[in-house]
């Protein structure tokens, strides 16, 4: 069954009008103050200061057309969400053993999430709206789809291959699916586990580095061209790929890195490749799978064209969870002693971690995403002092895309006693994955349109080259030299919401509601 689509504008609809806050000539201008606390922490003492930093912004409000291209569009994350993105836009429905249901995006924080915007002075209410509205959004019914895999199977037969989604919904989609054109990928052998040569029959020609590159660079123009776009973003949903070794004269600086290419040196990774050629077509790129692509060369690259980057790996069920967990028992004064963590999944993804060296890639992405909660703390941590974290993962066919994870958490709590979480956690992986790829590309995509200006600077600028707003999708998230890395979820939530409310005009979210916690006379 499907709906006719209904006449779509370029943007989902903005309905909050911010007093103090400007449109202008295209623009939205508003203004911030922005507080931060410096701390002086001596031996016998802190001192703090606080600095207030004004703050203006400016948001372009036309929405562009807007392209994504998927490195691994053939596998399972691509084609679901290929799949969703064609059955929200024709509102497909179908029927279940619990009655029909219509395509959504549950689980994407664009989609369907809201934040609150104020309150009520009347009675009170907390008013809130979805996260969409506070500035104009590119609509995932006008993004348009493409990109590569190294595997030639049309789409609408690897959507079959994947299995995730229901027979019926499959059914609705397969012409489109099929008429979604893929280009043939990038594939070294040396990066990717042996178990993956039997799907390697789609593959760029040329063999050196250098001609890969410039054929992906043609690609990209050809994509942009043929469909009318003003701006593409370029996604690795491809294998997880071995670390790679960053080599001095190689991946240290931006030139050493494409003499490099043009050298066709071996320790240059695919996924690397996709990336300086998304940079140097003016591309937005994000890494959604745990391999260390953003080496210093790439990163001075992008910074010198204004390219954001945003990686690594993405945080979808498991890590998403545990990022939750370790928050709360930390931030409540508990003592996480042991974290140990179990996952089995029969996917192709699952596939390819069952080689060691593609393994260790996603092992180091997922045991870092409590050291932030546990560095925070030196009353539960001394110095060095860090939970027993393990890791197992393996492949398990018949559990295909429904992966099983398996976390048992320890903690020290009052007059040491001890105290056990033990969850089990069926993720879907690609059904999760997908809306979380979706955010990833709509606020890349709203990021690349606000500007801004402290009193220090002259003119408008973007933000830092690493995108550390888009922490809340990532299991890895890559920052600015110097900055922390926040892995707990809820700090990573309001960092994104916020700075878009304050782009909008509205200060940063009020916890304190102190209006309402005094003495009321």
Not at 270 to 298: I, K, W
Not at 320 to 345: C, E, Q, R, W
Request: negative net charge; glycine residues 6%; hydrophobic residues 40%.
């Amino acid at each position: 069954m499907v709906r006719p689509t209904s006449n779509l504008t370029c943007e989902i609809a903005r309905p909050l009008i911010v007093t103090g806050a400007e449109e202008k000539d295209g623009y939205l201008y508003s203004s911030h103050s922005y507080t931060r606390t410096v701390v002086d922490a001596q031996e016998a003492r802190m001192v703090a200061t606080t600095k207030t930093t004004k703050v203006d912004y400016r948001t372009e409000v036309r929405v562009p057309r807007v392209g994504v291209m998927f490195i691994g569009l053939a596998g399972n994350n691509g084609t679901t969400l290929a799949a969703g993105l064609l059955a929200n836009k024709k509102g497909v429905t179908w029927e279940t053993q619990r009655g029909d249901r219509r395509a959504n995006w549950l689980g994407s924080v664009a989609m369907t999430a809201t934040c609150k915007v104020g309150v009520n002075e009347q009675n009170g209410e907390e008013i809130y709206m979805p996260v969409n509205r506070l500035l104009p959004m590119l609509h995932p019914d006008n993004l348009v789809l493409g990109g590569w895999d190294i595997n030639a199977m049309p789409l609408d037969e690897a959507m079959k291959r994947a299995g995730v989604l229901p027979v019926e919904v499959q059914r609705q989609l397969r012409e489109e699916m099929n008429g979604i054109a893929v280009y043939p990928g990038v594939y070294d052998y040396d990066f990717i586990a042996t178990n993956q040569e039997v799907r390697a029959d789609h593959v760029i020609t040329r063999k050196d580095k250098q001609g890969q590159l410039e054929t992906l660079r043609s690609n990209i123009r050809e994509f942009k061209k043929a469909n009318d776009l003003e701006k593409v973003i370029i996604f690795w949903n491809g294998n997880t790929e071995r670390f790679s070794d960053h080599l001095e004269g190689v991946h240290d600086t931006a030139e050493h890195l494409l003499e490099a290419i043009r050298n066709n040196t071996t320790e240059i990774a695919p996924s690397l490749l996709y990336c300086v050629a998304a940079v140097l077509e003016g591309c937005a790129y994000v890494n959604g799978s745990p391999q260390n692509t953003f080496c210093d060369g790439v990163l001075e690259l992008a910074k010198q064209k204004g390219v954001y980057l945003a990686g690594d790996d993405l945080k979808t069920g498991q890590t998403k969870f545990k990022s939750v967990m370790a928050d709360f028992l930390v931030s409540t004064g508990l003592k996480p002693v042991s974290i140990v963590s179990y996952n089995h999944l029969g996917n192709n993804d699952g596939l390819n971690l069952s080689s060691e060296k593609q393994f260790r890639s996603k092992e180091i992405t997922k045991a870092s995403v409590v050291d932030d909660m546990i560095a925070s703390n030196s009353l539960l941590y001394k110095e060095g002092e860090h939970p027993d974290h393990l890791i197992v993962i393996k492949y398990v066919p018949t559990v295909g895309d429904s992966k099983r994870a398996l976390d048992e958490y320890t903690a020290d709590i009052f007059m040491n006693g001890a105290q056990t979480v033990v969850v089990h956690n069926t993720c879907e992986d690609s059904l999760l994955a997908a809306p979380i790829i979706l955010d990833l590309v709509l606020f890349m995509e709203l990021l690349q349109r606000i500007h801004v200006k402290t009193e220090q600077d002259q003119e408008f600028q973007q933000l830092d080259t690493l995108a550390s707003l888009l922490s809340l999708f990532l299991k890895a998230p890559q920052v600015p030299k110097h900055a922390p890395v926040i892995n707990a979820l809820f700090p990573q939530r309001e960092a994104l919401v916020d700075f878009l409310r304050a782009a909008a005009g509205l200060p940063a979210t009020d916890y304190i509601a102190l209006n309402y916690r005094r003495t009321q006379n």
